[in-house]
């Protein structure tokens, strides 16, 4: 059974930083490792949106709300993948997921980050 384990999230300050990580379990290191994942967010009210992107090659897209500010990044070996948040805005509040592309239907329980005035 394909899971997604979000963490790393909390209540941090504007201008603060969080890093949140996505274990994944079930996924066999061949397709873990040859596919992109993605880190989506999802504010209250709102739609879920696409925040970042990784690719197999390690090379990397962000939405234009967050580019500049956050990183995404993976370790294969443990078949995890990283969002590191720095500058944190309170418009960046919501809960976190990440996605397998070849799950796209299977989401973890996101991690929350709300960032205070």
């Known amino acids: 059974q394909v899971r997604m384990v979000e963490s790393g999230g909390g209540l941090v300050e504007a201008g603060g930083s969080l890093k949140l990580s996505c274990k994944t379990s079930?996924?066999?290191?061949?397709?873990?490792?040859?596919?992109?994942m993605a880190w989506y967010r999802q504010a209250p009210g709102k739609q879920r949106e696409l925040v970042a992107t990784i690719e197999s090659s390690g090379g990397t897209n962000y939405a234009d709300s967050v580019k500049g500010r956050f990183a995404i990044s993976r370790d294969n070996a443990k078949r995890t993948v990283y969002l590191q948040l720095n500058a944190l805005k309170p418009e960046d509040t919501g809960l976190y997921y990440c996605q397998h592309p070849s799950y796209p239907n299977t989401w973890g329980q996101g991690t929350q980050v709300t960032v205070s005035s």
């Open positions: 079930g996924i066999i290191w061949s397709a873990f490792s040859g596919n992109s």
